[in-house]
């Protein structure tokens, strides 16, 4: 095998991961999620590597494994295990053929800036904040590209295409449940991915070395990578080609030096160089140094002094930041099973949406600032447009950082997101004098049970020890436009009791005209 196959390898490699990663997100049916979703996230390095942190096993083999990999060989994860990074080569290649063809050059790389930002990210998850986090890790970004501008109008195909095929007689084609549109979400889904399209389309990789921390911290360990690219000073023609396709511009034809801290492994210059002037080797020919100095210890300390602020502004999620209740809705949202608590879930979520795409109930949906300035873009349950099935654990099971604890059903069943709360006045039984009982019947727990009211009338009654938060209730409602019955939030997720004698669980086959 060639030098110049190894491009051909990193493409082909390259696709069958991107391709698994957006069927994990897309797919309707749910089965990419259950049989791709744990293996593919655990190669994503920095949801690996927070699931170490907050999950300590063998969930920490994931991020030592792409730490390996960038070891010996260089960044190859960010040309082929970064879905974000494949969709970056997809906006340069489109450039090529349908714009001004791209000459790129030797740039110094912004080390000040990446590992600066670096620093500020590490100061805030040690605070407790995946705030900023959230905005540039590449994963989670991705996710959140596919789950709230793609996943909306597939759906959309998808259930018109079975509308038309229910006409003719066949249903072969379920319908999706769709979301309703989170516009804020949307808003900064759209930004991101403006932005990292204009900066491929003009600079190449250069997100991956100025914004992205999985490039700051593969950069630090590429720095000792055992195979390098490396230019022979006696066999190159000094053509320069190398420098013009490196879309990381970090070739230096001029001083044959190849910068591998911010190599993203793409073997472009190895396929275009029309000599052997160019290795892919162990050995240590030519001048193949790493040029960068270290980010100074002043611009250190004014990196600190610009993070100390917002550290200590609280951007830990507050009450002043959640959403306020005008009645039928939570003062707060509901985090998921699995969460522990609202401070953990923000501390740890990057908001990559997957759990989203998991859920088949579609009762997680995105947010935008609901959590605060703490958990932007972190997912809640709403309740309004579906609930949480009382046997259901796939949100847990395919967390990538451990925000969301692996739950078994039976632990789940005893895990208390929030308690219902019974607004007398608005419930059609006071309202209107006539029976209703809907929350009641779709209660998993029985923690909803009709009592006698005025005689012929039965209206509900709560034993909140039995909740667990699932929302059956609130979703199953009819008084509009406030809940009658609702979900409050457990800002720390408590413990249920089961119902004794008995192993509830909800009816699944909703139709969808459900509840009335």
Not at 38 to 56: D, G, N, Y
Not at 172 to 196: E, R
Not at 312 to 322: F, I, P, Q, T
Not at 352 to 371: D, G
């Amino acid at each position: 095998m060639g030098l110049g196959d190894l491009k051909g390898l990193r493409v082909a490699a390259a696709v069958v991961f991107t391709a698994a990663a957006a069927a994990v997100f897309l797919d309707p049916g749910g089965w990419a999620v259950t049989a791709l979703a744990r293996p593919l996230t655990s190669l994503q390095f920095v949801p690996a590597l927070l699931k170490a942190v907050t999950v300590a096993g063998i969930w920490t083999a994931g991020a030592v494994f792409v730490l390996l990999l960038t070891l010996l060989f260089g960044r190859v994860y960010c040309s082929t295990l970064c879905p974000l990074g494949v969709l970056q080569d997809v906006v340069i290649r489109l450039r090529r053929r349908f714009g001004r063809r791209v000459r790129y050059r030797y740039e110094r790389p912004p080390y000040a800036v990446h590992y600066g930002l670096l620093y500020v990210i590490v100061a805030a998850f040690l605070a407790g904040s995946v705030w900023l986090l959230d905005l540039v890790e590449p994963f989670s970004n991705f996710g959140r590209v596919l789950a709230v501008l793609a996943r909306p109008p597939l759906a959309a195909l998808v259930n018109g295409g079975s509308y038309l095929l229910g006409t003719a007689g066949i249903y072969a084609l379920s319908p999706v449940q769709m979301h309703p549109l989170v516009w804020g979400a949307v808003a900064g889904a759209l930004l991101f991915l403006a932005l990292v399209s204009l900066l491929a389309w003009h600079r190449g990789r250069l997100f991956c070395n100025l914004l992205c921390p999985t490039g700051a911290l593969l950069g630090l360990a590429a720095r000792f990578s055992l195979f390098r690219i490396v230019i022979d000073e006696h066999t190159c023609l000094d053509c320069g080609l190398c420098e013009r396709v490196c879309k990381a511009s970090c070739i230096d034809s001029t001083a044959k030096r190849v910068d591998m801290a911010a190599c993203v492994g793409c073997f472009n210059c190895l396929d275009a160089c029309p000599t052997v002037g160019m290795a892919y080797t162990l050995s240590r020919r030519g001048k193949s140094g790493t040029p960068p100095a270290p980010v100074r210890r002043g611009r250190r300390r004014v990196l600190a002094a610009f993070a100390a602020p917002l550290l200590a502004g609280g951007l830990a999620g507050s009450d002043s930041a959640a959403r306020v209740a005008a009645g039928g809705v939570s003062k707060r949202p509901v985090t998921p099973p699995g969460a522990g608590g609202e401070r953990r879930f923000t501390s740890a979520c990057t908001a990559c949406h997957l759990c989203v795409s998991a859920c088949p109930t579609r009762v997680l949906a995105p947010t935008f600032l609901e959590y605060g300035a703490a958990g932007v873009f972190q997912p809640r349950m709403d309740f309004h447009h579906s609930y949480c099935n009382y046997d259901c654990t796939a949100c847990t099971a395919v967390c990538p950082t451990g925000a969301l604890l692996p739950l078994t059903q039976d632990q789940k069943k005893e895990v208390q997101i929030g308690t219902s709360v019974f607004v007398k006045d608005d419930c059609i039984v006071v309202a209107k004098k006539t029976d209703c009982g809907a929350c009641s019947e779709h209660c998993p727990t029985k923690a909803v049970q009709m009592v006698p009211y005025e005689k012929k009338l039965l209206i509900p009654e709560l034993d909140n020890d039995l909740c667990v938060g699932c929302g059956a209730c609130e979703h199953a409602c009819p008084t509009k436009p406030r809940k009658a019955i609702y979900v409050e939030a457990n800002v720390l997720h408590g413990r249920a009791r089961r119902p004794a004698g008995t192993t509830a669980a909800p009816k699944t086959d909703v139709p969808e005209e459900f509840p009335f």
